[in-house]
C-alpha cells in the first residue's frame, strides 16, 4: 500500500471535459511545483459518496484552494462518461476534476483496492484522501470498510 514520503504510482486517468475524453497521466496531474488534493471513492452516484463526499470538498472548495491547493480531484473506479455525469450531477464542474480510474490500474498501484464483488461492484477503490505535493505523498487518509470520516473535505482542510 501507498504510503506517506512515497511517490504517487504513475498511471493513466481519463477525464471527459467540453472537448472530450483526455488522458491524464498521474506524473503530469501531480508534477513539481504541484499541489494535489485527491479523494477516491468507491463508486460514482453511491449513496456515502454521492450524499457526503462529494459535496464535502465542493463545500469547503475555497477554504482548500486557500491553503495552496492548485487541484481538487476525486477518482474512481467507473468510466470518464458517468464520472462527468456525475460532477454534473454533483454541481461541482469547476471544483473538482472528476477522473476515471476505468480498469482499476490507479487503485491497484496505490494498493488500495477493494473487493465490492458481493455488491455486484467488482474491484473498486477503497474510499481515501490524500495531499500531494510535488508527486510525493504528504498526507493519506485511508477509511475503514464502510466508515466516512478521516476522508472527508473537512478532514483535508484540518490537514492542510
Not at 500500500?1 to 486517468?13: E, I, Q
Not at 495552496?68 to 476525486?74: P, S
Not at 483496492?113 to 467488482?122: A, E, I, N, R
Request: contains cysteine.
Amino acid at each position: 500500500m501507498a504510503k506517506v514520503g512515497d511517490k504517487v504510482p504513475s498511471a493513466t486517468l481519463m477525464h471527459k471535459g467540453a472537448d472530450g475524453i483526455k488522458p491524464v497521466p498521474t506524473d503530469e496531474l501531480f508534477g513539481p511545483g504541484k499541489k494535489v488534493v485527491l479523494f477516491a471513492v468507491p463508486g460514482a452516484f453511491t449513496p456515502t459518496c454521492s450524499a457526503k463526499h462529494v459535496p464535502s470538498f465542493v463545500a469547503n472548495f475555497d477554504a482548500i484552494k486557500a491553503k495552496g491547493v492548485d487541484t481538487i480531484a476525486c477518482v474512481s473506479v467507473n468510466d470518464a462518461f458517468v464520472m462527468d455525469a456525475w460532477g454534473k450531477d454533483q454541481k461541482s464542474d469547476d471544483k473538482v476534476m472528476m477522473l476515471a480510474d476505468g480498469n482499476g490500474e490507479f487503485a491497484e498501484k496505490m494498493g488500495l483496492v477493494m473487493d465490492g464483488s458481493k455488491f455486484g461492484m467488482g474491484k473498486r477503490s477503497q474510499r481515501y484522501a490524500m495531499i500531494v505535493d510535488g508527486g510525493v505523498i504528504k498526507t493519506l487518509n485511508v477509511e475503514a470498510p464502510g466508515a466516512y470520516d478521516v476522508s472527508s473535505g473537512e478532514a483535508i482542510l484540518k490537514a492542510l
